[in-house]
């Protein structure tokens, strides 16, 4: 099985926010998921991250998305 960080989408039409979500890679985007570890609202660049459990998952093996991962580097960097 291999896990991946990636979105999924939620909200309503015109209103997108998304999931950061650990999920199987096979898994289709807005279907099943292992894990939610944050949100993600792109209208006002809003992020809510769980920072140990990204590190678990990143630690164990899952891959990010391109996005995830610049989402990933940005929340991190901010904390420190």
């Not at 289709?28 to 944050?38: K, P, Q, T, V």
């Amino acid at each position: 099985m291999s896990v991946v960080i990636r979105f999924a989408r939620y909200g309503s039409k015109r209103n997108p926010i998304y999931r950061v979500v650990a999920a199987d890679k096979k898994f289709a985007r807005d279907g099943r998921f292992l894990e939610i570890l944050g949100t993600y609202n792109p209208k006002n660049k809003a992020s809510t991250l769980k920072k140990d459990r990204v590190e678990h998952w990143l630690n164990v093996g899952a891959q990010p998305s391109e996005v995830a991962g610049k989402l990933i580097k940005r929340e991190c960097a901010l904390s420190q």
